[in-house]
């Protein structure tokens, strides 16, 4: 049988390694029983060690760099793209069928293409089956599948916290707000000004405000699956002293009249056979350490009385269940594997 | 002339001085040209030397520390409290009229006795005038007062910041949501294990979610003031890794047929003669290192066209204009003194 | 095969479940294959569950804690205990000689009855075999033992940084100095006004300054371990703003002519059969980051030739080398498993 | 006598206004009162207000940032210059001898070409008096001075904090070791990826160890001037997760049979009449945040006996009275004003 299993293994590739997602999802990928880690891919550093740009990846450290390219990365069973927007389609589209692709970009995300057209300002890539299996009958889409898109930080958050009340009916989406805390790896490793550790230690800031954040045609697109008509979100993402965590806070008048009680049972139920997913127990609220490093999403829910609003909150690590811990997530359920294997949810707390 | 200024000297005394609010009062007072600083008093720390308990005011740090009390603190012109909510009532009834009682605290804040007994679930102390200059036709009522209520350090935040559209009927305050990031001194410097650095840094979390926080009544009470019929407010204070500093995201529905510019317009025309108050330029947005230990607001607005929302974002200091700086912004208004002397209105930043 | 290894499984208890140790120890061991986990004990937190205390424990959250005591730990083959100090003793009395207990605390650590009671005033418990399998024969010693004395956090980061140094002759012992970089999880979760985030955010101190520390005669006795006669050590605990992770940078003459290249070879052949320890490659150098949760500890070393010292730093994390993962590796020492099982090496960075 | 002070108003120039020093300066000018600010400067900024570059510098919003140039700068009494490093001289040598040149930059404090060369790659500039008033002698010698070369923010650090020390002949300055931890504002704003806020928080970092940063023959520099004889020193700066501040921990031989009193002592005497020098009474240690934005240095000072060394440490807001306050205390001496005129002494803390 241990033969079988060792025939069976997976060789994943991963395009973008240097960058965060990238080293995510191969900090997971070292800890995941049936996988072999391929080709490791990337631009400006193709040529130099593994080990110079990913220091905590001891044991990839002597790993060489390949150049990013559908040639590089035919050769892997699975290739994890970490890359930036708008890079992975042309790649893609020279990838055999076969070989699962597993986007962490948006290009792929959208099902509406004047939806991207007018957030991204480039041509729409297509569509691939989106990669948050706690969606109903996504998990399904998911089994067997050789393109997955996996969800923005923001829209996996948002949506987990509010999925419950969009599928039992107890919440309005149509005039949804949110308002999400944010460590700065979710930007990326470029050198910006405006994400200096100067800058952005001792201080918050909201970016992105009014609807222009590229993830809000995401949520919007979400809600609509859970059965919004019409829905409206008024997104607002706060840049916090964190290196990693996404605490989203998200209200929504109440469509029926239920109290806190009711709201917390709904969201238990519904998460009850979900393996990655914890509403907590009544008076304990979300807090991103204890999801740090994990694929896992912590939500608690209260009704506002007074305001007549559900308040629903999200803690997950942006990088994992917000990224790569995603990413695998797919990867297993796209390989027929259990779609627990190998995936940590346990966060580094404190 | 420069004897009769000195001979006005006032003399300020400061209960609860060893806390956050009081040290940063003794800040600001230590940099105010009319002042000089008469009692320091405090509850377990007294005969106590204030360099014990607040090393960076060196210039006091050989003063002796007497207990709270009416007698010890008759002898100033000027009290500034800051004192856990509850304390200060029956202090304050037992000085003199004319000494100018300026609290920190919460127990004058409210009008309703009925509101301060739900949240506070002690005995309602009474009513004073509400420290919040920028208020319509506040300023005349705290201009020679003798007794001043601070408000609380969110309610601050969030009034700001709404202000100009509910003076202006462009929002409705019928449906406000607010998520406000704070960091931890605003909850004092008493000892609890969720306040450890170890469980703030790295972490972000909501508590007191679902309308059960103590200011909510006092964000509504000046909604109220601003005009807002039946207001509402869904409100969760975030708590962040950041020493100090609230940046409050503030959303309301759109009560007119405005745009980004028209809101921006009304928001800068609104507090254009208000020296602590700053609508930034069109797509700056604020950020709270740039208020540290400032007596400044620092506020943008935009529409949200598709959520149909106005949405506004204030940062300021909570210990400074959120509170100690507030208590002397109001001082000065107390005795006759122009309303900006002694108060920096440059952030340290970074 | 699989059905032999199941019936080995190793029941583990850890007392202190609700501490920062104690809880790092759960989150290592709910990924240990051998282990499955037994009694949760705490002093004033017993009869609550785990969940209130650890919220990152998701798979622990119902179980119900047991006060701390030898009849409710006896019942397991292995206790982690992650006590204050002097209080592991008396219960280690009691409990069987074949239950294997791996004590956090620094109880048995010191050989020198002197020395204890200098440092912690209480009389002496005894010796137990040190738990630093780097340490040259130690590994040895600790193969089966039932008793292990986990080493302090700090001396773990000391001794490793300089260990290869002392031992090939290159370095003088007799006059090192070191200062530690560290995060506030070391002083656990007790509620201290000094230990709050907002004392501890945007702030670097000194403590326990001139030699007064605790850690300083283990520090020493490692280093005579290591063949260092009459060693001196200046050390500074330094606390910093990060939840984790120790950095120490030590010092010492050079007792040698040696360079940067030939102390990097030393240092780096001296590990090279050390799973766990990493010296890394010349020009990088340690950062806590990329051994955060992970069972690792990053080094470099140079030579500072005007001074004429060698200069090495380690990173660790104090809770998982500095501490729980230091224990397990002592676990699986201890209980003849592979020295590596359930460790991970790999930081969650950034 | 108030026409007469507004005649003498002085009009400083500041190049370099975008960056974290530049920002720094006005902000301490903004508070002068002999001071109205002239010329702002900048390089790629030229064109733009400053408001866009520095948000917290309100009551400068609108002014206009200029090329740097000497023709620019000619009209300003001072010329605070805060420029990379080996930018500054060229400037300066076309700006009329009476205009008061200080420099914040490292191009003229090094009297040793010989050192500057091999530390800097570029030809020695020249040497100007060193800003370092606290310095035996120092303060009559910048006293009326028109070219000053501010210390860099370590080498002010540590010579205070051993200052006393080897100028009273109790330490020995042959085998000096420092490990100074620092925010990394003092690496200015330019965006590097090591100095992003994912990496930055949560991490703790050496760089430049093994006697390669270029403060090295500065602090050097200090220990002859203050008598030491061929001195030595073991310096190892870590960037820590903290926007601002230094906290320098320094230790020296013992060179006289002196314990922890007698040091107090003498460190707390010597200083007794520097007003922006505090040693702490015994038992309490220096922390970042109590001289946050302050021109001030906090120090404590131990004997290790065991260790035979004193061990001192200074806390300095390396922006601050480790460069722009320094600056502004320079610029009162060199222009015949009070040498505290305008300067904070009172840190923003928490």
Not at 159 to 185: C, K
Not at 191 to 201: D, N, R, T, V
Not at 321 to 346: I, R, S
Request: aromatic share 4%; with cysteine.
């Amino acid at each position: 049988m241990c033969g079988i299993l060792m025939a069976m293994t997976i060789r994943v590739g991963v395009a973008g390694c240097t960058g965060y997602a990238g080293g995510e999802a191969l900090r997971l990928l070292l800890g995941h029983p049936e996988v072999e880690i391929g080709t490791l891919s990337a631009g400006a550093s193709a040529g130099s060690t593994l080990g110079t740009q990913q220091p905590h990846l001891r044991p990839l450290a002597d790993r060489r760099i390949a150049e990013t390219s559908a040639a590089e990365l035919a050769t892997n069973d699975v290739v994890i793209m970490a890359l930036p927007h708008a890079t992975s389609g042309p790649i893609a589209a020279e990838l055999p069928d076969d070989v699962a692709v597993i986007d962490c970009g948006a290009d792929f995300r959208l099902a509406d293409a004047e939806d991207w057209e007018k957030f991204y300002r480039t041509p729409h890539a297509g569509t691939w089956p989106y990669g948050l299996p706690e969606l109903p009958g996504q998990r399904e889409k998911l089994t067997g599948t050789r393109r997955v898109a996996v969800p923005g930080c923001y829209p996996t958050s948002v949506t987990l916290a509010l999925l419950p009340g969009l599928v039992h009916g107890v919440i309005d989406g149509s005039d949804v707000v949110v308002v999400a805390a944010s460590g700065p790896s979710g930007a990326g490793k470029a050198a910006k000004p405006h994400l200096l550790g100067a800058e952005l230690m001792g201080s918050a800031s909201a970016y992105g405000v009014g609807g222009v954040h590229r993830h809000v045609p995401e949520i919007l697109q979400n809600f609509r699956t859970l059965g919004a008509v019409d829905p409206s979100v008024s997104f607002t993402p706060v840049l916090v002293p964190m290196p990693r965590g996404i605490l989203a806070t998200c209200t929504a008048p109440l469509a029926a009249e239920v109290d806190a009680a009711e709201v917390q049972r709904i969201w238990t139920e519904t998460y009850a056979d979900e393996p990655f997913i914890t509403v907590l127990p009544p008076d304990q609220w979300p807090q991103t350490q204890y999801v740090t490093g994990a694929n896992a999403a912590h939500i608690q829910v209260t009704v506002d009385t007074a305001a007549h609003r559900v308040v629903a909150v999200a803690a997950i690590d942006n990088l994992t269940k917000g990224t790569a811990g995603a990413a695998v997530q797919c990867l297993n359920l796209a390989m027929g594997l259990p779609e627990t294997t190998g995936l940590p949810v346990v966060g580094v707390a404190p």
